[in-house]
């Protein structure tokens, strides 16, 4: 099968530094933007893998995921073979009875249709994608707006409860505390309609070391930054998580 394409985030890029000139630096210095939509990932597989890395470091839930998904035939979890499988197993591979009824719960409103397929999700906004799936036991918006920008590719989504792209504002920009919600949406009105890839270099702008950004020319702080993973900070709020 033939594989689909990547987002072409250069427009977004050109928009953004145009638009922003503290930002354009930041840019200059970071580079292009790497999101990658993984599109073998159904939305099951993408929103089972929040539920399980929910706080949890990263090497804890990569275990945890691998020992879950080979309990399965060929490695493949699906809805009904999730539903299937004994709650003893389940708990053997290291879910906690939490995440345990979580799973559970998105398997089965996958199957009756509140979580929406990949065809029906295209034709629908980011705030009915989340308002649907946030129905699911364990998962709030920040989830589904992960879910959103890495994994279906919607290019205006600003997560506002996300601890790294609130750091990344207040550093960027100088601040003397982190921007509340209301802050973070007036200021991004200039991203508007990329959002996404703007929160992408919040991200960058966060785990930089602790000088701030520099205009191009000048000696970087960096050659190169790390891709950002559905698993960054959210807000302590756990509606948020």
Request: aromatic share 6%.
């Amino acid at each position: 099968m033939k594989a689909l394409p990547q987002p072409e985030w250069s427009l977004a890029v050109e928009h953004l530094s145009a638009a922003d000139s503290k930002l354009a630096v930041l840019i200059a210095q970071v580079g292009p933007c790497t999101i990658e939509i993984p599109h073998h990932f159904s939305i099951f597989h993408s929103l089972s893998r929040s539920i399980v890395y929910q706080q949890l470091a990263g090497v804890a839930a990569s275990a945890i995921l691998a020992r879950l998904e080979a309990l399965f035939p060929k490695r493949r979890m699906t809805p009904r073979n999730l539903l299937a499988m004994d709650d003893l197993a389940l708990r053997g591979a290291g879910l906690s009875q939490n995440k345990l009824a979580a799973l559970r719960d998105l398997a089965a409103k996958c199957l009756d249709g509140t979580v929406p397929n990949k065809r029906a999700l295209a034709r629908m906004t980011d705030e009915e994608i989340i308002e649907c799936i946030s129905k699911v036991r364990g998962i709030g918006r920040w989830t589904v707006e992960m879910m959103l920008i890495f994994r279906l590719g919607r290019p205006n989504v600003l997560p506002v409860d996300d601890y790294g792209v609130r750091k990344g504002i207040q550093r960027l920009y100088k601040l003397r505390e982190l921007p509340t919600k209301n802050a973070m949406r007036r200021r991004a009105r200039k991203w508007e309609p990329w959002c996404s890839v703007a929160s992408w270099y919040m991200w960058r702008c966060a785990e930089l070391p602790g000088r701030k950004p520099r205009a191009k020319g000048k000696a970087a702080v960096k050659d190169s930054v790390p891709p950002p993973t559905a698993t960054k900070k959210a807000a302590t709020k756990k509606a948020a998580r």
